[in-house]
């Protein structure tokens, strides 16, 4: 009865790993480079740009590294004293983050430690992260938002602002300002927009996790056969 019970939990853990999680994907593409924004759960959302480096369009093609961003139509009431946003960029090691500021990027204003300056008078309905020191562009970047209060993203989908910059932390090119069309609702089991490939996927682990449970079984019956 005790190995019946240990493979039971063992299998319904295994299945449980291996259930897929609804997810939703934002994705523009726009001079040549691939913006993707991912529902990872209620109070985070993760960001993957592709193709910065290698974009042949002469507006971004001498940008070097990446400055800031701006999120709006997420429903965040930045208003409340301890409201907070962090963006975490994985990428190098240890990974960068920055604090999100109820601010907003403008296009006239990008300049290298000032790119997001926090709003004093009233709500601008959205947040603003700005790297400092600004980070290598590179062909695929991802980034993880972690926000202190859920979102609700607007019909229109997220409204996304981004400033690629040269090694003077100097605009380059125009500021990106568009909404990001929803594209899909995915299946992942893991709800992240990309995974490590240092790190398994829960489905690789759920599978090692049933493996595990079966070798387990068969030691218990070669076991009880002896002894009977």
Not at 8 to 33: E, H
Not at 41 to 59: E, K, V
Request: a negative charge; charged letters at 15%.
């Amino acid at each position: 009865m005790k190995f019946k019970s240990l493979f039971t939990a063992t299998a319904l853990a295994a299945c449980a790993a291996l259930t897929p999680v609804a997810q939703a994907s934002y994705v523009l593409t726009f001079q040549g480079v691939t913006f993707t924004m991912d529902v990872v759960d209620a109070n985070s959302l993760s960001l993957r740009i592709q193709n910065a480096l290698s974009t042949t369009d002469a507006d971004w093609a001498p940008a070097t590294h990446f400055g800031a961003f701006s999120l709006k139509d997420l429903g965040l009431d930045f208003s409340v004293g301890n409201a907070t946003a962090v963006a975490t960029y994985f990428g190098i090691n240890p990974n960068p983050t920055a604090n999100g500021v109820r601010d907003d990027l403008n296009a006239n204003g990008i300049n290298d430690g000032a790119d997001c300056e926090a709003q004093t008078n009233g709500q601008t309905g959205s947040v603003c992260f700005d790297f400092d020191p600004d980070v290598l562009l590179l062909d695929d970047m991802n980034f993880q938002i972690d926000f202190s209060q859920n979102y609700t993203i607007g019909a229109n989908g997220p409204h996304l602002k981004v400033a690629f910059v040269d090694s003077q932390g100097d605009k380059v090119g125009s500021l990106l300002s568009q909404n990001l069309p929803f594209t899909a609702s995915s299946t992942s089991s893991s709800g992240l927009a990309s995974s490590s490939g240092d790190i398994p996927e829960p489905s690789s682990s759920g599978l090692a996790l049933l493996g595990l449970g079966l070798v387990g079984a068969s030691f218990a019956l070669r076991r009880k056969s002896h002894q009977q």
